[in-house]
């Protein structure tokens, strides 16, 4: 019984030891399959995955909107500020506000001044100001009005010739109540101060120059003068013509205005004609 048991036991001892290796393959293949570094190579590949699909979404987005982003750009054609068509009277920038008035034309005295003070004249003119919108502006304006005295008038004084030179400083606001396309009239008015000067003078024999040439001659010499400061007012009306263009600021005018200066009559003791009132007629440019 003995040397039997001793034949069989190593045969239990092989399958033993058969059992443990294949339960110890079996644990290592159910470890492998849940090892970290497996997993995240797992999410790795799945991450890849899902970003190739987001750049692709983006990609599709883009080229959506693509459309969209042109017309953003090209809107400003049609409205904005890059506009290619031109913008009426746009007061936008500083230029725009910026006015001013040139020119000059005859001038006819009324009044006072018909009764033997003045005969028909020229007037220039010249003013800078600010136009608050595309109808109200002000400017401030220097007219120079030069009228000849009547022969008559001289005459009586015991000269040969004579003017009165009117020097207008003035402030005016200017309103443009009418406008139609490239026309339209306006109107203005307001104060100021005038230094009216009256010069008579005589023709003399005596030496003349010109500049740096002298010789003997004839030449009208003032023998006489007189002047006054005062207060002045003007009101006008003006049509103007956008001759450059209906998107121009420039505009050709031609206006008459009533003007009155307040000079000093002829006194014992003060010399003078007394008021003065003037109708220039002027044809220029302003903006």
Known sequence: ????????????????????????????????????????SADAQSYSSSSVYTASLNSEALLGAAPAAALAK?????????????????????????????????????GNDTRGYDTWGYNLDVGGGWNFTKKFGVLFEYQFDRMKIPGATLAKVGVQGGNINTHLFLFNPTYYFWSHNSTGAYVLGGVGFSRKVTNFTDLQQGQVCY??????????VTVANFASTQMAADAGFGLFWKAFGPDSNAKLFIESRYIFVDSPRATATTEGEGTEELIPVTLGIRF
């Open 211 to 220: 500049y740096y040439f002298c010789g003997y001659g004839t030449q009208s």
């Open 1 to 40: 019984m003995v040397a039997n048991f001793e034949r069989t036991c190593p045969l239990s001892r092989r399958m033993i030891a058969v059992t443990a290796a294949l339960a110890i393959g079996f644990s290592l293949s159910a470890a492998a399959q849940t090892d970290p570094a497996s997993k995240i």
């Open 74 to 110: 090209a809107s400003p054609q049609y409205g904005g500020h890059n506009s290619n068509y031109p913008s009426y009277n746009n007061y936008s920038s500083t230029w725009s506000h910026i006015a001013f008035v040139g020119g000059g034309g005859f001038t006819a005295p009324i």
